[in-house]
């Protein structure tokens, strides 16, 4: 008998199993305190220690003394280039601007002097119009070469480069003109002062205010207290003093050699920081006072004499040709007088910032000058007044007891009082650099040691718990 194989059908529908639980992963706790959580915890944990402790104040006082020692340095520095940039480069281009000015008002007296002699012009009178030429023109090449051409002491120098040969081209065709007997020539001439006192002149005054605008920041500059650097001193003196209190009161010790020697380290440079600098601002004050202040009022009194003498001499050449805006007087004559009066005030200015025989005795010669100048000056209008032109003519530009000869013992006295005055500003202003010669270099040595110093003594403090 056959039996069926023994079979198993699969059921017509299976149903589905569930999935199997997926593993669940434990939970990880978020940090708490960010990337300085850590080294936060490992510096509260040396904080509950005293080697700990010790570790942190030697760390910081020397973190202190380094800080000091480079801030000074560096604001030291800043002032050192500022002083020497007063000594080497804004007062020299400010009394170089002052010369081109003066070389510029003296050619222009100097072409009014030739042309009144006549045809034949003196030699001594034409070389010395060529030599002020010359000078001005090589300031100006000089001064162009240390200014930015974009500044506005750069445009200055521009405008007077390009006016300076339509200048003296007026000038020849005066003189062609005058050795010819020409009328014409006289018109050439104040066509020629025209363009000097209203173009060239007045560029020359704002370039030499530029420059000393720019002597007297460099000055502020250099005289401004290092307050970042003494307050930080004061700070790491402080500490010093605190950890070595500290130290005391805890071991009755009585000195720590190493913190002793820092503290000594840090009040050598705090003193040095502050006498230097108290050294070098009072000698910048005295070449400001005695020195540049002087060299200002003697350098507007040298351009008033200048612009005195042309006036003087134009008064003669044009004859009354030049009114004033309301036509009733002769303009070169009110602005001789005017002149004249700016000059007197100067003077008396320069007389009381003399602070010595050597600066205040060319002052009182240029006075003097200056009242005989004004003495032959009447005389020698009334002169012309009464209708005596030759006479008033040689009264003027005479070789002897003329207005020209008082003018000429004026402008040497300026002259010998502006060298005295520029000596003393130099002298002044280089002792003020040299109050601050090796502060840099000394602040970050003494910084070194004193940070070496601090971290030694607190080493010795630690290797008692060792």
Not at 56 to 85: K, M, N, Y
Not at 89 to 116: K, M, V
Not at 256 to 271: D, I, K, P, Y
Request: a neutral charge; aromatic letters at 6%; hydrophobic letters at 40%.
């Amino acid at each position: 008998m056959t039996y069926p194989p023994n079979v198993r059908t699969a059921p017509d529908h299976v149903p589905a199993q569930p999935p199997a639980p997926a593993s669940v992963p434990a939970s990880v706790p978020a940090p708490q305190g960010g990337a300085w959580s850590e080294p936060a915890a490992r510096l509260r944990a040396a904080a509950m220690t005293e080697p700990g402790r010790l570790q942190i104040i030697g760390a910081v006082l020397a973190a202190l003394v380094v800080a000091f020692g480079a801030v000074t340095a560096i604001e030291v520095s800043d002032r050192a280039a500022a002083t020497d940039d007063v000594v080497s480069r804004s007062q020299p281009l400010s009394a170089e601007a002052a010369n081109i000015y003066r070389s510029l008002a003296d050619a222009d007296t100097a072409a009014a002097s030739g042309f009144l002699a006549g045809a034949q012009e003196p030699r001594d009178v034409r070389e010395r119009y060529e030599k002020d030429i010359e000078d001005a023109s090589r300031l100006l090449v000089k001064a162009a070469s240390t200014t930015d051409a974009t500044s506005p002491s750069g445009q200055e120098i521009a405008t007077l480069n390009q006016e300076l040969p339509r200048y003296t081209g007026l000038v020849e065709r005066a003189r062609a003109n005058n050795r010819q007997g020409l009328p014409l020539g006289g018109a050439y001439l104040r066509y020629a002062n025209q363009k000097m006192s209203k173009e060239l002149l007045p560029a020359a005054e704002r370039l030499y205010t530029a420059e000393t605008g720019r002597l007297d920041q460099d000055y502020d500059s250099a005289r401004a207290w290092p307050f970042f650097s003494l307050g930080l001193g004061v700070v790491a003196l402080g500490a010093l003093f605190w950890a070595q209190r500290r130290n005391y009161r805890r071991t009755n010790r009585v000195f720590n050699h190493g913190l002793l020697a820092a503290t000594a380290a840090s009040t050598v440079l705090m003193l040095w920081l502050a006498v230097g600098h108290t050294v070098a601002r009072t000698e910048l004050q005295d070449a400001d006072v005695h020195g540049q202040q002087s060299l200002d009022v003697l350098n507007q009194a040298r351009i008033n004499s200048l612009k005195a003498r042309a006036n003087e001499l134009l008064t003669v050449v044009a004859r009354g040709a030049v009114l004033t805006a309301d036509g009733r007087n002769d303009k070169y004559e009110t602005d001789y007088t005017t002149g004249m009066k700016a000059l007197g005030d100067e003077l008396g200015t320069a007389g009381k910032l003399a602070d010595d025989s050597q600066g205040s005795g060319p002052v009182a010669n240029a006075i003097s000058g200056v009242s005989e100048w004004q003495t032959r000056h009447r005389t020698a209008r009334k002169t012309d007044d009464n209708g005596d032109y030759e006479g008033a003519l040689k009264q003027i530009i005479g070789a002897k007891d003329s207005t020209g000869e008082s003018f000429n013992r004026v402008d040497d006295a300026l002259e010998q009082a502006l060298a005295h005055e520029q000596g003393e500003f130099t002298r002044a202003a280089k002792d003020g650099r040299g109050a601050l010669g090796g502060l840099p270099a000394g602040a970050a040595a003494l910084a070194a040691l004193a940070a070496v110093a601090a971290i030694i003594g607190v080493n010795r403090r630690l290797s008692e718990y060792r």
